[in-house]
C-alpha cells in the first residue's frame, strides 16, 4: 500500500473530529506532510463520495457522512483502488512443463491462499470505522487532544 493510505485514513480521522470544513493546507500542516500531494489523494477521497469540499473563505474539507459509517476499507479503495492485491498470472502454464488449460480450471493453492489472505483482510479493515478508530486517537494522544484538535483547527 502507498503512503497514501495512511495519509488518507489520518485525515478522515481528523475531520472526523472537526466541527467544519478543514482546509487542505490545514491538514497538510498539521500531519507534516506536503499539500500538493495530499491534495491528490484528497481528489481520490472526493471522487469515492467520503469527502466533498466546499470553497470560500471557510472552504475545505469534511465527510460526507457519519464517521461511524466510513470504514478503513472504503478508504483503502479510494486510494489504491478496488483490484485486488493478488492477480493470478497462471506461471503454471509457463516453463519446460507447462500445465494444460484444463488442469487450471481451479486455482492452485498460492491463489487460493492469497484470495483467503485477501478476504480476510478486507473484512478486518472494513470492520473498523473512521469512528472507531477516531475514538482510540483521542484515547492514545490524551483526554485534552481533542480540545486541542479543535482550537488549532479553528473550529
Known amino acids: 500500500m502507498s503512503g497514501g493510505v495512511e495519509w488518507a485514513v489520518h485525515c478522515c ?3 472526523s473530529q472537526a466541527d467544519g470544513p478543514v482546509p487542505a493546507q490545514r491538514l ?22 467520503l469527502v466533498t469540499s466546499t470553497e470560500g473563505r471557510i472552504g475545505g474539507y469534511v465527510l460526507t457522512r457519519p ?5 478503513v476499507l472504503d478508504v483503502v479503495l479510494a486510494i489504491e483502488g478496488r483490484e485486488p492485491a493478488f492477480r493470478c498470472t497462471e506461471i503454471r502454464q509457463n516453463g519446460p512443463l507447462p500445465a494444460s488449460p484444463a488442469a487450471c480450471r481451479r486455482a492452485c493453492g498460492v491463489a487460493r491462499a492469497m484470495h483467503a489472505a485477501e478476504r480476510a483482510w478486507r473484512d ?9 478508530l477516531g475514538e482510540g486517537v483521542l484515547e492514545d494522544a490524551g483526554p485534552d487532544t481533542f480540545v486541542h484538535l479543535r482550537e488549532w483547527l479553528g473550529t
Do not use: N, W
Open 13 to 15: 480521522v481528523v475531520l
Open 28 to 49: 497538510a500542516e498539521f500531519h507534516g506532510i506536503s499539500r500538493t500531494y495530499l491534495a491528490k489523494h484528497l481528489q481520490h477521497l472526493s471522487r469515492a463520495g
Open 67 to 71: 464517521a461511524g459509517e466510513i470504514s
Open 124 to 132: 478486518s479493515l472494513g470492520a473498523v470505522t473512521i469512528a472507531d
